[in-house]
């Protein structure tokens, strides 16, 4: 499997977001390749062949969701909460050695970030032993959302680049074309 988005989402907006990220990889490694699944469904042990990881959720109360902030989110509307979320899964998840993870998500866009989903989910999964690459933040508009303009068509173009070969280089020397020094 080329990549897979493993996911939580109550009102939706992430689970938009996880599938335009999924359109983009596509658009580079091809469908076959891609599946986007919610965090309870995902796999306890991830495959060996896995090329790259993304891991999303909303951001609540300055993290990721958890039991309480999942029965908040209920309250206002959400579709009923799965007892795995984003936070339970990583706990418990294997991962295959050298992994390429990113993480993800959305959040009420304000001047300042104190604390997001994707950094609290990229710093479980370093605890954890993965190399990390802690991604964006897509604005949703309020609680509930919805998505904020043009945040769909950014992260289709934030996952084009990550099926990129390059995004998986890390030093400069390994780039194809570029001379060492």
């Known amino acids: 499997m080329a ?4 996911t939580e989402s109550l009102f939706g907006n992430t ?3 996880a599938d335009a990220i999924a359109r983009g990889i596509a658009e580079v490694r091809g469908r076959d390749g891609v599946q986007v699944v919610h965090a309870s469904e995902a796999p306890a042990v991830l ?10 959720a909303p951001t609540h109360t ?4 958890n039991a309480g902030s999942r029965s908040d989110a209920a309250r206002k509307g959400a579709a009923t909460p799965a007892h795995t979320g984003i ?10 050695d050298g992994l390429r993870v990113a993480t993800f998500d959305t959040s009420i866009h304000t001047r300042i970030q104190l604390g997001t989903a994707t950094r609290a989910a990229a710093k479980a999964l370093r605890r954890r032993g993965a190399t990390v690459t802690a991604g964006p933040s897509f604005w949703v508009t309020g609680m ?5 303009d043009g945040e769909l068509a ?8 990550l099926a990129e070969p390059v995004a998986s280089i890390t030093s400069p020397s390994e780039i194809p074309g570029r001379r060492p020094g």
């Open 47 to 56: 495959p060996d062949d896995l090329g790259l990881l993304v891991v999303g």
């Open 87 to 96: 936070r339970e899964w990583i706990e418990t998840v294997v991962l295959p």
């Open 15 to 17: 689970l938009a977001i």
């Open 154 to 161: 950014r992260a289709t173009a934030w996952g084009r680049r």
């Open 62 to 65: 300055l993290s990721m969701p």
């Open 3 to 6: 990549a897979l988005i493993v």
């Open 144 to 148: 509930e959302g919805p998505l904020a």
